[in-house]
């Protein structure tokens, strides 16, 4: 069997609402809380991955990046505006209002409220 990523836990100061900005922001499915005690808001990522957000204490924002295709990169980029959520082209600057990302064609990072920084990246 090859090996590949389940699930992965997301730290955040507040799961639900860390969950679904993200959901929002990627066009992806939130699912039902999880956990024993519904301490997880997942998000299914594809069919092999979902991100675990869960709310901890003193939450110290991680780096989670994702190769899209172009029209998922328009349609994130269009929701990022709509909603008028800072995004940039590097992980220094993820404010600037850029996609011109240092390693692909188009790119671009943002963040939550607990400083999770997500960089979402396109071919073209």
Request: with cysteine; glycine share 6%.
């Amino acid at each position: 069997m090859a090996v590949s990523l389940n699930h992965t836990i997301v730290p955040a100061t507040d799961h639900r609402a860390a969950a679904h900005f993200f959901a929002t922001v990627m066009g992806l499915e939130e699912l039902p809380p999880a956990g024993a005690h519904g301490h997880f808001a997942p998000v299914r990522v594809n069919e092999q991955l979902t991100l675990d957000f869960m709310t901890v204490a003193a939450a110290e924002g991680h780096h989670l990046a994702f190769d899209v295709d172009p029209a998922t990169f328009d349609a994130i980029l269009a929701r990022l505006r709509a909603a008028d959520i800072p995004y940039g082209s590097s992980p220094a600057e993820p404010t600037n209002g850029r996609i011109d990302h240092p390693l692909c064609p188009r790119g671009l990072f943002f963040t939550d409220d607990t400083g999770n920084l997500y960089e979402v990246m396109s071919p073209a």
